[in-house]
């Protein structure tokens, strides 16, 4: 079996016959939700710019169809997972039902279902419903030992106490809709995958269920995001696609990340003309600029942390006055929790 590699055919083929048995920590997986073919579009929103229903091949089959479909790969993730393996399943309310009977068929035991609040979510086109709004995150795992790094997730939690401690993580995560810079768009603007989901939501579970080292499978991997989280949080990882041209963006995705993305590795933060700037090391460029050196630092330490690397602070004449290190194990053995 291969370890950070992309594998290219059909996930039920994969898992049964390349994937090592027991080898798999954590599986994320956002399968099709069998929703396409009515076509709609939305071209000219002036809110949130054209809007497009997915509708995809991959995304078509009829319910009897769907049914067996969604039972053959729970059950070949749970042949690859490890005794004390997580697999976590994003869906809608069209197919929860689906999936919660093949895991519970599947011996496997429901934790969570943690709500995603779209904090984005396009407006209702028909006016005959209420707004849809949300999707699902089925949390499941295999024996009763699972992972559960609860006191890191607190730590992460953006939600504070009132007094602005640290609080527990809840089963509702507000998060928007893929957009902006983290958005994988082709030339013509138009995005490259129709269900790329947030880099936020998979570091929560990567954190939530694994550690350093540990081996994370996404069998619908699309457009990388669980590979590129897991390597930007220190996992190793295996994603399976049958669609070639995801395989190419993924692919390029995590390339751009191993040198460092966009920004460069190692954030420093030094002094312009006009006042202070965020430079990834070996850029030309700054990333950023900032009336204060505070604001600049602020920015640059989320970067750093983000990508688990250094945040280099500049004095006025250019001398390094001080360095941070964030590439340390986010879940130290402390937090393991059974
Ligand atoms: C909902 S998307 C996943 C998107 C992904 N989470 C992301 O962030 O980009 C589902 C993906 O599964 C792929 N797919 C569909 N059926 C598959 C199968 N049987 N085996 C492997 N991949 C499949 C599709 O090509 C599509 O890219």
């Given at each position: 079996m291969k370890i950070n590699y992309f594998y290219h055919g059909d996930c039920i083929n994969i898992?049964?016959?390349?994937?090592?048995?027991?080898?798999?920590?954590?599986?994320?997986?956002?399968?099709?939700?069998?929703?396409?073919?009515?076509?709609?579009?939305?071209?000219?929103?002036?809110?949130?710019?054209?809007?497009?229903?997915?509708?995809?091949?991959?995304?078509?089959?009829?319910?009897?169809?769907?049914i067996s479909f969604t039972d053959s790969w729970i059950s070949a993730c749970h042949r690859v997972l490890t005794d004390n393996g997580s697999i976590y399943i994003s869906c809608t309310y069209h197919n929860i039902a689906e999936i919660m009977m093949a895991l519970k068929k599947n011996g496997l035991r429901i934790n969570n279902v943690i709500t995603w609040q779209k904090s984005n979510a396009m407006p209702n086109m028909t006016k005959r419903v209420f707004t849809h709004s949300s999707e699902f995150v089925i949390w499941a795992v295999k024996g009763k030992k699972w992972i559960f790094n609860y006191d890191k997730l607190k730590e992460i939690n953006p939600d504070r106490q009132k007094d602005g401690s640290e609080k527990q993580m809840r089963d509702v995560w507000s998060l928007p809709l893929v957009q902006g810079k983290e958005?994988?768009?082709?030339?013509?603007?138009?995005?490259?995958?129709?269900?790329?989901?947030?880099?936020e939501m998979l570091k929560r579970i990567i954190i939530a269920s694994s550690m350093e080292g540990d081996l994370i499978l996404d069998p619908f991997m699309g457009s990388g995001t669980t590979a590129a989280m897991s390597e930007i949080l220190n996992r190793k990882w295996i994603g399976i696609e049958k669609e070639?041209?995801?395989?190419?963006?993924?692919?390029?995705?995590?390339?751009?990340?191993?040198?460092?993305?966009?920004?460069?590795?190692?954030?420093?933060?030094?002094?312009?003309?006009?006042?202070?700037?965020?430079?990834?090391?070996?850029?030309?460029?700054?990333?950023?600029?900032?009336?204060?050196?505070?604001?600049?630092?602020?920015?640059?330490?989320?970067?750093?942390?983000?990508?688990?690397?250094?945040?280099?602070?500049?004095?006025?004449?250019?001398?390094?006055?001080?360095?941070?290190s964030f590439g340390k194990d986010p879940c130290p053995p402390r937090d393991r929790k059974h």
């Open positions: 898992l049964s016959n390349e994937i090592d048995e027991r080898s798999v920590n954590l599986i994320f997986a956002d399968p099709p939700y069998n929703l396409s073919g009515n076509g709609l579009k939305w071209e000219g929103n002036k809110t949130g710019g054209d809007w497009y229903m997915v509708n995809e091949a991959w995304d078509k089959m009829s319910e009897g169809e769907y958005r994988i768009r082709g030339e013509d603007g138009r995005a490259l995958h129709p269900t790329q989901k947030p880099e070639q041209r995801y395989i190419d963006m993924a692919v390029s995705r995590l390339e751009k990340i191993k040198r460092g993305g966009d920004m460069g590795k190692n954030q420093h933060v030094v002094k312009t003309d006009t006042g202070w700037g965020v430079r990834g090391e070996g850029n030309s460029r700054l990333t950023s600029e900032h009336r204060t050196k505070n604001a600049a630092e602020n920015v640059a330490r989320k970067i750093a942390k983000h990508q688990q690397s250094e945040l280099v602070i500049h004095g006025r004449d250019g001398k390094i006055q001080d360095k941070d």
